[in-house]
């Protein structure tokens, strides 16, 4: 296919999955707004799409700097840094990549809750360090089979974390806004969900609405055999009272995959030795980012050939 003539920014570093897909099709500007700002306001004007991820920021100040926006493609699912409002009050559709990166996600979810449960980095270490040779073994570890897990939000990716815990002879129960059509327990309230579970797995979008949802009152019901596992957005889960609960051991332990400050995780975080920590790789395959690519560039693709974009936000419906 011809290159074409439609300038599109990008609101982030992009993937590599995404970007030569961009740079190939279109007329690629590379964070020219945060590079180059003088630049960026010459051809601002030309701008007809955005490409970003799930941790671009694209407020609505950057969109009425482009007046003849009509796009923004977000590579991954969540887009809680884009100003959907200022973007739908403009006429601007907005995009992002659901479904393709559901079983990595659920995946991460349950290795991290039985990585939590039975200290995996932490035996590993255990073995390397010599200390099985000189100590003996270690201490006694959690038992996930059978145990009761609680899911904060029950989208695609809740209910995929659902069905594999049922593998493990788990009993399933979740909290939403409303109750879903799945054949698991809802339980509207989120501190009544974690007093009930042995682990709580948080799956639910980020943003303004879930901020801090798990807090300090969340943690006390979770309590001191529960685990924690956050495979949402960092904001989701207020850190401080989190490391808190884990220092004074209100909770056992717990499985983070997002922080509220990616990439810096607080050293108090890291010193605690029953948490497993990862660098936000809940769809870190290459399978699922060159699905994620090939959707978000897809999407791209549609709208400017006039065709109804294939995975619009649930705003822009």
Same mark, same amino acid.
């Given at each position: 296919?011809?290159?074409?003539?439609?300038?599109?920014?990008?609101?982030?570093?992009?993937?590599?999955? *995404?970007?030569?897909?961009?740079?190939?099709?279109?007329?690629?500007?590379?964070?020219?707004?945060?590079?180059?700002?003088?630049?960026?306001?010459?051809?601002? @004007?030309?701008?007809?799409?955005?490409?970003?991820?799930?941790?671009?920021?694209?407020?609505?100040?950057?969109?009425?700097?482009?007046?003849?926006?009509?796009?923004?493609?977000?590579?991954?699912?969540? *887009?809680?840094?884009?100003?959907?409002?200022?973007?739908?009050?403009?006429?601007?559709?907005?995009?992002?990549?659901?479904?393709?990166?559901?079983?990595?996600?659920?995946?991460?979810?349950?290795?991290?809750?039985?990585?939590?449960?039975?200290?995996?980095?932490?035996?590993?270490? *255990?073995?390397?360090?010599?200390?099985?040779?000189?100590?003996?073994?270690?201490?006694?570890?959690?038992?996930?089979?059978?145990?009761?897990?609680?899911?904060?939000?029950?989208?695609?990716?809740?209910?995929?974390?659902?069905?594999?815990?049922?593998?493990?002879?788990?009993?399933?129960? *979740?909290?939403?806004?409303?109750?879903?059509?799945?054949?698991?327990?809802?339980?509207?309230?989120?501190?009544?969900?974690?007093?009930?579970?042995?682990?709580?797995?948080?799956?639910?979008?980020?943003?303004?609405?879930?901020?801090?949802?798990?807090?300090?009152?969340?943690?006390?019901?979770?309590?001191?055999?529960?685990?924690?596992?956050?495979?949402?957005?960092?904001?989701?889960?207020?850190?401080?009272?989190?490391?808190?609960?884990?220092?004074?051991?209100?909770?056992?332990?717990?499985?983070?995959?997002?922080?509220?400050?990616?990439?810096?995780? @607080?050293?108090?975080?890291?010193?605690?030795?029953?948490?497993?920590?990862?660098?936000?790789?809940?769809?870190?395959?290459?399978?699922?980012?060159?699905?994620?690519?090939?959707?978000?560039?897809?999407?791209?693709?549609?709208?400017?050939?006039?065709?109804?974009?294939?995975?619009?936000?649930?705003?822009?419906?």
């Amino acid at each position: 296919m011809p290159k074409s003539d439609i300038h599109v920014l990008s609101a982030i570093k992009l993937s590599p999955f *995404y970007e030569p897909l961009v740079r190939e099709q279109f007329i690629f500007h590379d964070r020219l707004h945060e590079t180059d700002p003088k630049a960026f306001a010459a051809i601002a @004007p030309q701008i007809r799409g955005i490409a970003g991820s799930g941790e671009s920021k694209v407020s609505g100040e950057l969109i009425a700097q482009c007046p003849n926006l009509e796009i923004i493609s977000v590579f991954g699912v969540g *887009y809680d840094g884009v100003d959907v409002a200022a973007a739908r009050a403009k006429g601007v559709m907005v995009t992002h990549t659901p479904n393709v990166l559901n079983d990595d996600v659920a995946d991460l979810a349950i290795g991290l809750m039985l990585s939590a449960a039975r200290q995996l980095p932490q035996a590993d270490r *255990y073995v390397r360090e010599g200390r099985w040779a000189e100590i003996g073994p270690m201490p006694l570890a959690r038992k996930v089979s059978g145990a009761k897990l609680g899911i904060v939000g029950m989208g695609r990716i809740g209910q995929a974390i659902a069905q594999r815990a049922l593998a493990f002879n788990m009993s399933v129960a *979740y909290t939403t806004r409303s109750p879903k059509s799945v054949p698991f327990t809802h339980v509207p309230n989120v501190v009544d969900l974690a007093r009930q579970s042995d682990y709580l797995i948080v799956i639910t979008p980020g943003g303004a609405a879930t901020r801090h949802l798990i807090n300090a009152e969340v943690l006390a019901a979770l309590g001191p055999e529960g685990i924690l596992v956050n495979v949402a957005r960092g904001s989701v889960v207020d850190e401080a009272a989190l490391i808190d609960a884990l220092e004074r051991k209100v909770i056992a332990g717990a499985g983070l995959d997002v922080f509220q400050n990616e990439p810096h995780v @607080p050293e108090a975080l890291r010193a605690v030795p029953h948490v497993v920590l990862a660098p936000h790789i809940g769809s870190a395959t290459s399978q699922t980012r060159k699905a994620m690519g090939d959707l978000a560039f897809a999407n791209l693709q549609a709208h400017f050939e006039g065709r109804p974009v294939i995975t619009p936000v649930p705003e822009c419906q």
